[in-house]
């Protein structure tokens, strides 16, 4: 009745297609991030995938996506950047999950899971060099690169990494971005402290800024075939979408012209006309913005949805087009129909759109990998 298609192929082919980008320079390393469910698309499947395809790095926010992911038997290396203060650090260190350092307290925290497990804690220092989210200020770095120090001869701590992320405001602004972390890169040099790994880049700056790909990109939204441009460009960057959103009309039937459809009557027909339902709702995903603006294309045409999007379903008013109960609704994820021209509908980003999908929509998987 309602059905994610999830191609995984897909994915290791955007994979394939960002690894060519990022080492037409030098030999740059790419990490997956599969945060947030791998944005709608099932961490669990998409990681076995990257795995298999060699990825260097998986990329979470939350440590229990971490867990998750070692707990589905993932041996790659991860990277974790979002802590609340009770986070198990003592877990991370203990099943090799590298931890984004932010602020000192994070360092304590960390200096004391790793005595506790008796081996170091792989960190990677997070500086905000302008996004004004998590990470260092460069008025606090030298504090805190001088107690990683400290740790480092301890032997409490191993710095693999040290990384920022770019606010995509402008070119502008990325750019005095990046020359903040030139100057992050020399404090912590002149604290003493070396890096496998400096990583600046998301999708964005990974497409935009090939001078900032430094040793590793932080991939997200490429992986699953969007633009992080939102606007429809993901084909002139050799991505292909991995997820398709589909559905089955459930009823139709033909009313008079003056019927008023679904809540608030934000439609009504204006002749005699074919209304067909399909059992998709915010519940769902789709948003309720996307109400008399986005569109669905049953058996090759498209149709605007008109009236009120529900939580569990919609209609749409397919004139005299012959449409039956049974027929394929795609809401997005083809040339013709894109989660860019939903969000665009929506009023928001292709992320979102693919990142919300769930609610009672089953996901099957092309290019599965079993576990
Ligand atoms: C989400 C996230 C990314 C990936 O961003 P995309 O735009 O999806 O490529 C990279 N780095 C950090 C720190 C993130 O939070």
Redesign the pocket.
């Known amino acids: 009745m309602r059905k994610l298609t999830i191609d995984l192929n897909a994915v290791a082919a955007n994979l394939a297609a960002m690894r060519q980008l990022v080492n037409q320079v030098g030999n740059v390393k790419v990490l997956g991030?599969v945060?947030a469910d791998a944005y709608g698309h099932g961490i669990v499947p998409v990681a076995r995938k990257l795995e298999a395809e060699g990825i260097d790095y998986l990329?979470v926010?939350d440590l229990e996506e971490a867990v998750t992911l070692r707990s589905a038997g993932i041996k790659s290396r991860i990277l974790a950047?979002l802590h609340d203060p009770t986070d198990d650090f003592v877990w991370a260190v203990k099943h090799d999950v590298d931890l984004a350092v932010s602020a000192n307290d994070q360092l304590r925290r960390v200096v004391k899971a790793a005595a506790s497990v008796g081996k170091p804690a792989k960190i990677h220092i997070k500086v905000d060099t302008g996004l004004g989210r998590n990470g260092v200020t460069m008025a606090e770095l030298e504090d805190l690169l001088a107690n990683v120090a400290r740790e480092v001869a301890a032997g409490a701590v191993q710095t693999v990494g040290i990384f920022s992320?770019l606010s995509s405001t402008g070119v502008t602004e990325d750019l005095a971005q990046i020359e903040v972390f030139e100057q992050a890169l020399l404090k912590a040099a002149a604290a003493g402290l070396s890096f496998e790994l400096r990583h600046l880049t998301?999708?964005?700056g990974t497409l935009s800024y090939p001078q900032a790909h430094y040793d590793m990109v932080?991939?997200?939204?490429?992986l699953y075939g969007l633009s992080?441009f939102s606007d429809n460009r993901a084909k002139e960057f050799g991505l292909t979408p991995a997820m398709k959103a589909e559905a089955t009309v459930v009823q139709t039937k033909r009313v008079p012209a003056g019927s008023g459809v679904s809540y608030g009557y934000i439609y009504k027909t204006e002749r005699e006309t074919t209304l067909a339902l399909v059992p998709v709702g915010y519940a769902e995903g789709l948003p309720r913005d996307a109400s008399g603006k986005g569109s669905v294309v049953i058996n090759g045409k498209k149709h605007q949805i008109q009236s009120r999007i529900a939580m569990d379903q919609f209609v749409v008013d397919v004139g005299d087009s012959s449409v039956s109960p049974g027929d394929t609704v795609l809401l997005f994820g083809s040339e013709e129909l894109t989660a860019d021209d939903l969000a665009a509908a929506a009023g928001t980003i292709n992320?979102e759109i693919v990142t919300r999908m769930g609610g009672r929509f089953k996901r099957e998987y092309l290019g599965l990998i079993e576990g």
């Open positions: 991030v945060k990329g926010a950047w992320h998301a999708s964005d932080r991939v997200g939204v490429a992080p992320y």
